[in-house]
Every structure is written in C-alpha cells, then in structure tokens.
C-alpha cells in the first residue's frame, strides 16, 4: 500500500508564491505519472499539472500555464508542485495522485493541503 503526504499548501497574497511537495511511501515502481489536481468549493475536481515519471514530460491546465511548475525527484518518491504569481481563483485544496495511466485505476491520493490566495 502506498501512501502520499503532501505539504507546503497555506495562506498568500494575491501574486505571491507556494510550493508544494507530496512524497510517497513505499515503492513508485508501479506507477508511471505523478500529478497534482485541485478542488475549489462547489467546483469539481481538476488536473493542474502532471509529470511522467520516466522522461519527465510535463502537461498543464491552461489556467496555470507560465505561473506553475511541476517536477519530481524520483529517487525521493517525491512530486512537488511550484506555483507563482497566485490568483484568488487558485484557492482550493490541492491533492497529489499517483498513477499508471494505463491502469483502470486512479491511483493513489494524498489527504489534500489547503491553498489560499487572498489579501
């Protein structure tokens, strides 16, 4: 069983900067992307940034296209998930997840870190 722990989400000001990191327990070796996905209140839940884990290919929402940053230390089982120029709109609570994309599952996700944006 894997499990993922992530930090770094809290409180900033509009154009601020947070990062966030999601290590894993036990053995990746199974899985083959690494992402982060976000949840704001009344919204459904959305893919932000993801990362293979073989080769490093990045995909990003639109929304967060320039401002956000995603990469991976995999020999640390870790994803992290660097977010600049904040907007209000960003707030949510942000969950990372590990997959095999070509599995029927959705993986493995982390409890979640609350992300604020405000003034």
């Known amino acids: 069983q894997v499990q993922l722990v992530e930090s770094g989400g809290g409180l900033v000001q509009p154009g601020g900067s947070l990062r966030l990191s999601c290590v894993a327990s036990g053995s990746i070796f199974s899985f083959n992307v690494m992402g982060w996905y976000r949840q704001a209140p009344g919204k459904q839940r959305e893919s932000v940034a993801t990362?293979?884990?073989?080769?490093?290919?990045?995909n990003y929402a639109d929304t967060v296209k320039g401002r956000f940053t995603i990469s991976r230390d995999t020999a640390r089982r870790t994803v992290y998930l660097q977010m600049n120029s904040l907007k209000p709109e960003d707030t949510a609570i942000y969950y990372c997840?590990?997959?095999?994309?070509?599995?029927?599952?959705?993986?493995?996700w982390g409890q979640g870190t609350q992300v604020t944006v405000s003034s």
């Open positions: 997840n590990f997959k095999n994309s070509y599995s029927t599952s959705d993986g493995y």
């Open positions: 990362i293979s884990i073989v080769g490093g290919i990045t």
